[in-house]
């Protein structure tokens, strides 16, 4: 039937644009965001840098402490992991590449015979591991694209918890770094147990400092303070890595998403301007062909008619035109 | 003239305040109040919920509630590292009296109540600190 297939053309054209039209809003979104959440990002960078340095200077300070945060299991029997995903798709590999880590990291320790304790952090890592039937433990989500200090305060005590209570011996932390606006990648770090503050010393800044500290009450009693501030300050650099990430990632695979519908909707409305072209040469075809069959072959109205289309008049308006001939 | 301190009020997210001080007050867990001055030895100690005063070089004073933390004083630099603190200006006066309200009767329902002790504890130290 003529026409069917430019009809439909059209339509799939129009989808195509009221799509370009929502990647196009989610890329300028993402946009934003990514410059706010590198914001949050660096503006958390001080207290981390300055908690580290406070256990620099308590290592100097030449505080021994036994705290259960730092307790080195001589046998790790059950390995945590949390993981940090998104809440929402539609960032490119971003959530994928973070899991499929994570699902590697949980099957090697697996194969070594050790038990794990999924902590899942953002709606997406929740529903992948649920569906294949994985153990999870902790779920949260809600907040990955505008973490709190309380978020991560919450995950910090939890996973700090069971650490305690040593349902596990070793929790790892899986998330992506946000390195620069091209650059993220997923990482895999230690977060308990703590090690030692000699270790963390040398991880922090370095700088000199004398080592002759007054503590209040007394350096065990600071660095048992401090410890549980040290992991929440971590996970929520974590946190907010991987907001600042999930917002790059969108915004690039938005930006692609916009692009490619330009070149679908180009592509389609090409064939469609054929198609129209098509219809209306076989509609011409179909007339001629009637005219001739009913004038036997005289030169008539319709030959005069089909000129004067031919010189570029509306197809359509000659339909009646061809009937009163005939 | 007298040097002075280089004072940082950092949290997990963001510095803030920064200037600089003759003198900065604080209370440690146990020990008591605690005043520094530029030139002292190097202080690491954890802070009580209480205020914590920065005496400005033209004699100003800039007065906040730290609820937990701790204080480090090293090179004429005082930094104080703390999830919750509120400068005096920005405190709810009528929030606060309403939570001191609702912890307090929490508290005479259920003594051994907690949360509602550091509510109540809470709520008198911004008091505390909004009328200084």
Same mark, same amino acid.
């Given at each position: 039937m003529p026409g069917g297939r430019e009809r439909e053309l059209r339509r799939r054209i129009g989808s195509i644009q009221s799509t370009k039209k929502i990647t196009r809003a989610m890329e300028l979104i993402a946009a934003t965001r990514v410059v706010k959440a590198m914001q949050r990002a660096n503006a958390a960078r001080p207290y981390a840098r300055l908690i580290t340095s406070v256990i620099e200077d308590l290592a100097a300070g030449g505080a021994e402490v036994d705290h259960p945060l730092l307790r080195q299991a001589p046998e790790v029997r059950n390995v945590g992991f949390i993981i940090i995903t998104g809440d929402?798709? $539609?960032?490119?590999a971003y959530n994928t590449s973070v899991i499929r880590t994570a699902e590697r990291q949980v099957m090697a320790h697996v194969s070594e015979g050790k038990g794990y304790s999924l902590c899942c952090v953002g709606r997406k890592s929740a529903s992948y591991f649920r569906f294949r039937n994985y153990r999870i433990d902790h779920a949260m989500s809600g907040f990955s694209d505008n973490p709190s200090y309380d978020d991560a305060r919450r995950i910090a005590e939890t996973v700090s918890e069971s650490f305690l209570s040593e349902t596990v011996d070793q929790v790892e932390l899986i998330y992506t770094e946000f390195v620069s606006m091209g650059t993220q990648r997923v990482v895999v770090r230690r977060?308990?147990? $703590?090690?030692?503050t000699e270790m963390m010393a040398r991880e922090g800044s370095g700088t000199g400092r004398e080592g002759s500290f007054e503590f209040e009450p007394s350096p065990e009693a600071v660095l048992e303070a401090l410890l549980p501030r040290y992991t929440e300050a971590r996970l929520y650099g974590a946190l907010l890595d991987a907001a600042a990430s999930e917002h790059a990632s969108r915004q690039r695979a938005m930006k692609a998403a916009t692009d490619n519908a330009e070149e679908l909707i180009t592509k389609l409305s090409r064939a469609m301007n054929q198609a129209r072209q098509d219809a209306i040469t076989t509609e011409i075809m179909e007339i001629v062909g009637g005219a001739e069959a009913l004038g036997?072959?005289?030169?008539?109205d319709v030959d005069l008619a089909l000129a004067s289309m031919l010189a570029?008049?509306?197809?359509?308006?000659l339909v009646p035109a061809g009937g009163h001939a005939a | 003239m007298a040097v002075e301190l280089d004072v940082e009020l950092v949290s997990p997210e963001e510095v803030t305040y920064s200037g600089s001080a003759e003198m900065v007050i604080v209370r440690t867990v146990e020990e008591g109040d605690i005043a520094f001055q530029a030139g002292h030895v190097p202080f690491l100690g954890v802070l009580a919920p209480w205020s914590v005063d920065v005496l400005r070089p033209g004699g100003e004073r800039d007065t906040f509630a730290v609820h937990r933390g701790f204080v480090e004083v090293s090179h004429n630099k005082v930094t104080i590292l703390s999830d919750v603190s509120e400068p005096a200006g920005e405190i709810d006066v009528a929030r606060a009296e309403a939570a001191r309200q609702r912890a307090s009767e929490a508290l005479s329902a259920d003594a051994d109540d907690a949360g509602a002790a550091a509510a109540l504890e809470r709520a008198e130290l911004r008091l505390r600190v909004a009328a200084a």
């Open positions: 929402r798709g $539609l960032a490119g977060f308990l147990p $703590l090690v030692d036997g072959g005289e030169s008539t570029g008049t509306d197809a359509s308006d | -």
